[in-house]
Protein backbone atom coordinates (compact mmCIF):
# COMPACT_ATOMS: atom_id res chain seq x y z
CA UNK A 1 0.00 0.00 0.00
CA UNK A 2 1.46 3.55 -0.90
CA UNK A 3 0.18 6.95 -1.51
CA UNK A 4 0.11 7.69 -5.15
CA UNK A 5 -1.18 11.45 -5.94
CA UNK A 6 -3.90 12.16 -8.39
CA UNK A 7 -4.14 15.52 -8.44
CA UNK A 8 -3.38 18.60 -5.69
CA UNK A 9 -5.57 17.57 -2.98
CA UNK A 10 -6.48 14.13 -4.17
CA UNK A 11 -4.33 10.89 -3.32
CA UNK A 12 -5.03 7.33 -3.79
CA UNK A 13 -3.87 4.11 -1.56
CA UNK A 14 -3.04 1.87 -3.97
CA UNK A 15 -3.81 -2.16 -2.68
CA UNK A 16 -6.54 -4.80 -2.92
CA UNK A 17 -9.29 -2.25 -2.60
CA UNK A 18 -7.96 1.08 -3.32
CA UNK A 19 -8.49 4.22 -0.81
CA UNK A 20 -9.54 7.61 -1.96
CA UNK A 21 -8.01 10.32 0.19
CA UNK A 22 -8.68 13.85 -0.29
CA UNK A 23 -6.99 17.01 1.36
CA UNK A 24 -7.71 20.07 2.74
CA UNK A 25 -4.01 21.57 4.27
CA UNK A 26 -3.12 18.50 6.40
CA UNK A 27 -6.85 17.68 7.27
CA UNK A 28 -7.90 14.48 5.08
CA UNK A 29 -11.47 12.47 3.98
CA UNK A 30 -10.94 8.87 3.06
CA UNK A 31 -12.91 6.98 1.05
CA UNK A 32 -13.42 3.56 2.13
CA UNK A 33 -11.31 1.25 4.64
CA UNK A 34 -9.82 -1.92 3.56
CA UNK A 35 -11.17 -4.94 4.21
CA UNK A 36 -9.92 -4.91 8.39
CA UNK A 37 -8.26 -3.91 11.22
CA UNK A 38 -4.60 -4.40 9.97
CA UNK A 39 -6.08 -2.74 6.55
CA UNK A 40 -7.22 1.07 9.16
CA UNK A 41 -3.73 0.61 11.04
CA UNK A 42 -1.66 0.77 7.39
CA UNK A 43 -3.89 3.30 5.99
CA UNK A 44 -2.99 5.48 9.40
CA UNK A 45 0.63 4.54 9.68
CA UNK A 46 0.65 6.18 5.25
CA UNK A 47 -1.29 9.03 6.33
CA UNK A 48 0.96 9.40 9.46
CA UNK A 49 4.19 9.43 7.85
CA UNK A 50 2.82 12.45 5.19
CA UNK A 51 1.84 14.56 7.85
CA UNK A 52 -2.09 14.04 7.52
CA UNK A 53 -4.66 13.34 9.71
CA UNK A 54 -8.24 11.73 8.63
CA UNK A 55 -10.96 13.81 9.81
CA UNK A 56 -14.08 12.29 7.43
CA UNK A 57 -14.22 8.59 6.63
CA UNK A 58 -16.78 7.69 3.35
CA UNK A 59 -17.87 4.26 2.99
CA UNK A 60 -19.07 3.67 -0.58
CA UNK A 61 -21.00 0.40 0.27
CA UNK A 62 -21.07 -2.40 2.79
CA UNK A 63 -18.77 -4.86 1.59
CA UNK A 64 -16.40 -5.51 4.08
CA UNK A 65 -12.95 -4.96 1.67
CA UNK A 66 -14.21 -1.29 2.06
CA UNK A 67 -14.97 -0.56 5.63
CA UNK A 68 -13.35 -3.04 7.62
CA UNK A 69 -10.77 -0.30 8.50
CA UNK A 70 -13.07 1.48 10.14
CA UNK A 71 -13.32 -0.04 13.81
CA UNK A 72 -9.33 0.75 14.25
CA UNK A 73 -9.87 4.32 12.56
CA UNK A 74 -12.64 5.21 14.75
CA UNK A 75 -11.07 3.94 17.64
CA UNK A 76 -7.93 5.76 17.00
CA UNK A 77 -9.00 9.32 15.75
CA UNK A 78 -11.95 11.89 15.91
CA UNK A 79 -13.94 11.53 12.61
CA UNK A 80 -16.87 11.36 10.99
CA UNK A 81 -18.35 8.71 9.01
CA UNK A 82 -20.54 8.84 6.44
CA UNK A 83 -22.53 6.10 4.60
CA UNK A 84 -25.59 5.41 2.26
CA UNK A 85 -28.59 4.01 3.66
CA UNK A 86 -29.15 0.54 3.50
CA UNK A 87 -25.33 0.10 3.43
CA UNK A 88 -24.81 2.00 6.79
CA UNK A 89 -27.18 -0.93 7.90
CA UNK A 90 -25.10 -3.32 7.22
CA UNK A 91 -21.71 -1.47 8.64
CA UNK A 92 -23.08 -1.03 11.70
CA UNK A 93 -24.79 -4.66 12.01
CA UNK A 94 -22.18 -7.27 9.95
CA UNK A 95 -23.88 -10.06 10.52
CA UNK A 96 -26.72 -8.84 7.93
CA UNK A 97 -24.14 -9.38 5.03
CA UNK A 98 -23.51 -13.40 5.61
CA UNK A 99 -27.28 -13.57 6.96
CA UNK A 100 -28.59 -12.03 3.59
CA UNK A 101 -26.29 -14.34 1.52
CA UNK A 102 -27.68 -17.39 3.38
CA UNK A 103 -31.45 -15.85 3.76
CA UNK A 104 -31.30 -17.82 6.69
CA UNK A 105 -28.59 -17.86 10.49
CA UNK A 106 -25.57 -18.59 8.00
CA UNK A 107 -23.18 -21.69 7.70
CA UNK A 108 -20.19 -20.67 10.01
CA UNK A 109 -17.74 -20.66 6.89
CA UNK A 110 -19.90 -17.63 5.50
CA UNK A 111 -18.91 -15.72 8.46
CA UNK A 112 -15.31 -14.59 7.81
CA UNK A 113 -13.34 -11.82 6.96
CA UNK A 114 -14.21 -11.18 3.62
CA UNK A 115 -18.15 -11.32 4.22
CA UNK A 116 -18.25 -10.18 8.10
CA UNK A 117 -15.91 -7.30 8.75
CA UNK A 118 -16.15 -5.70 12.37
CA UNK A 119 -18.65 -3.55 13.11
CA UNK A 120 -18.87 0.61 12.71
CA UNK A 121 -20.68 3.09 13.94
CA UNK A 122 -22.24 5.71 11.28
CA UNK A 123 -22.36 9.23 12.01
CA UNK A 124 -24.31 10.38 8.79
CA UNK A 125 -26.72 8.55 6.99
CA UNK A 126 -26.66 9.55 2.93
CA UNK A 127 -30.43 9.05 2.02
CA UNK A 128 -30.89 8.90 -2.05
CA UNK A 129 -31.46 12.01 -3.45
CA UNK A 130 -31.01 13.76 -0.20
CA UNK A 131 -27.60 15.20 0.61
CA UNK A 132 -25.40 15.66 -2.30
CA UNK A 133 -22.52 17.10 -0.78
CA UNK A 134 -20.33 16.24 2.38
CA UNK A 135 -18.66 19.80 4.12
CA UNK A 136 -14.90 19.88 4.57
CA UNK A 137 -13.14 22.42 5.27
CA UNK A 138 -10.79 23.85 2.12
CA UNK A 139 -11.90 25.45 -0.89
CA UNK A 140 -14.36 22.43 -2.22
CA UNK A 141 -17.15 20.10 -1.02
CA UNK A 142 -17.11 16.48 -1.36
CA UNK A 143 -19.29 15.48 -4.27
CA UNK A 144 -21.63 12.17 -3.64
CA UNK A 145 -22.50 10.30 -6.58
CA UNK A 146 -25.07 7.82 -6.92
CA UNK A 147 -23.80 4.19 -8.32
CA UNK A 148 -25.96 2.00 -7.26
CA UNK A 149 -26.41 -1.80 -8.76
CA UNK A 150 -22.86 -3.38 -7.41
CA UNK A 151 -25.13 -2.99 -4.01
CA UNK A 152 -28.32 -1.38 -3.73
CA UNK A 153 -27.09 2.05 -2.79
CA UNK A 154 -23.51 2.35 -3.85
CA UNK A 155 -22.39 5.93 -4.00
CA UNK A 156 -19.02 7.21 -5.53
CA UNK A 157 -17.38 10.54 -4.67
CA UNK A 158 -15.99 13.22 -6.65
CA UNK A 159 -13.42 15.57 -5.91
CA UNK A 160 -11.13 18.22 -7.94
CA UNK A 161 -13.09 16.51 -11.26
CA UNK A 162 -12.02 12.70 -9.69
CA UNK A 163 -14.41 10.63 -8.98
CA UNK A 164 -14.25 7.58 -6.81
CA UNK A 165 -16.20 5.12 -8.20
CA UNK A 166 -16.04 1.94 -5.91
CA UNK A 167 -17.11 -0.97 -7.22
CA UNK A 168 -19.25 0.61 -10.51
CA UNK A 169 -17.00 -1.31 -12.71
CA UNK A 170 -14.39 -3.85 -12.60
CA UNK A 171 -11.10 -4.68 -14.62
CA UNK A 172 -10.71 -7.49 -17.19
CA UNK A 173 -8.21 -9.11 -15.03
CA UNK A 174 -11.17 -9.60 -11.86
CA UNK A 175 -13.57 -10.34 -14.30
CA UNK A 176 -11.31 -13.17 -15.74
CA UNK A 177 -10.48 -14.52 -11.93
CA UNK A 178 -13.93 -13.86 -11.01
CA UNK A 179 -16.01 -14.83 -14.04
CA UNK A 180 -19.36 -13.29 -13.56
CA UNK A 181 -18.38 -10.18 -10.82
CA UNK A 182 -21.46 -9.45 -8.34
CA UNK A 183 -23.90 -6.61 -9.32
CA UNK A 184 -27.04 -7.06 -7.10
CA UNK A 185 -29.36 -4.95 -9.02
CA UNK A 186 -28.77 -5.73 -12.45
CA UNK A 187 -31.56 -2.69 -14.10
CA UNK A 188 -29.62 0.20 -11.87
CA UNK A 189 -26.43 -1.08 -12.68
CA UNK A 190 -27.04 -0.95 -16.41
CA UNK A 191 -28.41 2.53 -15.28
CA UNK A 192 -25.17 3.21 -13.47
CA UNK A 193 -22.80 2.11 -16.57
CA UNK A 194 -24.90 4.23 -19.02
CA UNK A 195 -24.81 7.29 -16.54
CA UNK A 196 -20.48 6.93 -16.23
CA UNK A 197 -20.33 6.33 -20.14
CA UNK A 198 -22.07 9.69 -20.29
CA UNK A 199 -20.05 11.50 -17.15
CA UNK A 200 -16.97 13.59 -18.20
CA UNK A 201 -14.60 13.46 -15.00
CA UNK A 202 -10.97 14.14 -15.84
CA UNK A 203 -9.98 11.23 -13.75
CA UNK A 204 -12.15 7.65 -12.34
CA UNK A 205 -10.61 5.73 -10.03
CA UNK A 206 -12.22 2.32 -9.54
CA UNK A 207 -11.75 0.02 -5.95
CA UNK A 208 -10.35 -2.72 -8.00
CA UNK A 209 -8.38 -1.42 -11.37
CA UNK A 210 -6.29 1.41 -12.25
CA UNK A 211 -7.38 4.69 -12.54
CA UNK A 212 -8.26 5.64 -15.77
CA UNK A 213 -8.62 9.01 -17.68
CA UNK A 214 -11.26 7.59 -20.15
CA UNK A 215 -13.67 5.16 -18.64
CA UNK A 216 -15.45 4.19 -22.30
CA UNK A 217 -13.63 1.12 -22.09
CA UNK A 218 -14.36 -0.76 -18.38
CA UNK A 219 -17.98 0.40 -18.74
CA UNK A 220 -18.49 -1.53 -22.20
CA UNK A 221 -16.41 -4.68 -20.94
CA UNK A 222 -18.59 -4.69 -17.67
CA UNK A 223 -21.83 -3.86 -20.04
CA UNK A 224 -20.71 -6.62 -22.48
CA UNK A 225 -20.38 -8.93 -19.77
CA UNK A 226 -24.26 -8.33 -18.29
CA UNK A 227 -25.35 -8.74 -21.57
CA UNK A 228 -23.95 -11.82 -22.31
CA UNK A 229 -24.60 -14.01 -19.08
CA UNK A 230 -28.55 -12.48 -19.60
CA UNK A 231 -28.29 -13.93 -22.88
CA UNK A 232 -27.17 -17.81 -21.63
CA UNK A 233 -29.90 -17.17 -18.74
CA UNK A 234 -32.69 -16.53 -21.72
CA UNK A 235 -31.36 -19.79 -23.55
CA UNK A 236 -32.89 -21.86 -21.41
CA UNK A 237 -35.75 -23.03 -21.90
CA UNK A 238 -37.52 -24.45 -18.05
CA UNK A 239 -34.35 -24.62 -15.44
CA UNK A 240 -33.99 -24.12 -11.55
CA UNK A 241 -31.48 -21.40 -10.41
CA UNK A 242 -29.14 -24.16 -9.30
CA UNK A 243 -28.97 -25.87 -13.04
CA UNK A 244 -28.81 -22.27 -14.27
CA UNK A 245 -25.89 -21.91 -12.28
CA UNK A 246 -24.25 -24.79 -12.98
CA UNK A 247 -24.20 -24.14 -16.94
CA UNK A 248 -23.34 -20.42 -16.17
CA UNK A 249 -20.57 -21.60 -14.74
CA UNK A 250 -19.48 -24.21 -16.65
CA UNK A 251 -19.68 -21.47 -19.27
CA UNK A 252 -17.14 -19.14 -17.88
CA UNK A 253 -14.94 -21.53 -16.08
CA UNK A 254 -15.89 -21.38 -12.83
CA UNK A 255 -15.94 -23.40 -10.09
CA UNK A 256 -16.91 -22.39 -6.83
CA UNK A 257 -15.32 -24.37 -3.84
CA UNK A 258 -16.03 -23.16 -0.87
CA UNK A 259 -19.61 -21.56 0.59
CA UNK A 260 -18.16 -17.71 0.03
CA UNK A 261 -17.33 -18.48 -3.61
CA UNK A 262 -20.82 -20.39 -4.07
CA UNK A 263 -22.70 -17.81 -2.25
CA UNK A 264 -21.84 -14.98 -4.06
CA UNK A 265 -22.33 -16.41 -7.34
CA UNK A 266 -25.78 -17.58 -6.56
CA UNK A 267 -26.54 -13.89 -5.46
CA UNK A 268 -25.27 -12.93 -8.77
CA UNK A 269 -26.83 -14.86 -10.64
CA UNK A 270 -30.14 -14.37 -8.85
CA UNK A 271 -29.54 -10.67 -9.68
CA UNK A 272 -30.11 -11.53 -13.09
CA UNK A 273 -32.90 -13.49 -12.23
CA UNK A 274 -34.62 -11.27 -10.54
CA UNK A 275 -34.11 -8.61 -13.27
CA UNK A 276 -35.46 -10.56 -16.02
CA UNK A 277 -38.40 -11.61 -13.73
CA UNK A 278 -39.44 -8.27 -12.89
CA UNK A 279 -38.74 -6.99 -16.77
CA UNK A 280 -41.91 -10.01 -17.55
CA UNK A 281 -39.15 -11.82 -19.44
CA UNK A 282 -39.23 -14.89 -17.76
CA UNK A 283 -41.60 -16.58 -15.81
CA UNK A 284 -41.89 -19.14 -12.96
CA UNK A 285 -43.15 -22.77 -12.02
CA UNK A 286 -43.17 -23.94 -8.85
CA UNK A 287 -43.64 -27.71 -8.68
CA UNK A 288 -42.15 -28.68 -5.41
CA UNK A 289 -39.32 -26.31 -6.95
CA UNK A 290 -39.10 -23.24 -8.44
CA UNK A 291 -38.70 -23.65 -12.45
CA UNK A 292 -37.24 -20.40 -14.36
CA UNK A 293 -39.35 -20.90 -17.57
CA UNK A 294 -38.46 -18.04 -20.77
CA UNK A 295 -41.76 -16.81 -22.16
CA UNK A 296 -41.96 -17.74 -25.33
ZN1 LIG B 1 -18.09 -4.40 -3.32
Redesign the pocket.
Known amino acids: MHLAEISDNVFCITGATNIGVVRSGKEVALIDTGIDRESGRKIMKILENNGLEVKVVINT ?1 S ?1 A ?2 FGGNSYITKKADVRVYAPEIEAGIIQYPYLEPFYLFSAHPVKDLMNRFLMARPSRVDFVISAGGQSEIEFPGTFDLKIVPLPG ?2 PA ?1 IGVEAEGVLFC ?2 SVFSKRVMEKYGVP ?1 FMDIGKQKETLSFLERSDFEMYVP ?1 HAEPVKDISDLVETNLGLILQVEKLIVSHKKATTEEIMKNICREFGIKPESFTEYSLMLSAIKAYLSYLYNSGLISVEFDGVLHWKIRE
Do not use: I, P, Y
Request: charged share 20%; proline share 0%.
Open positions: HHDHHSQADLC
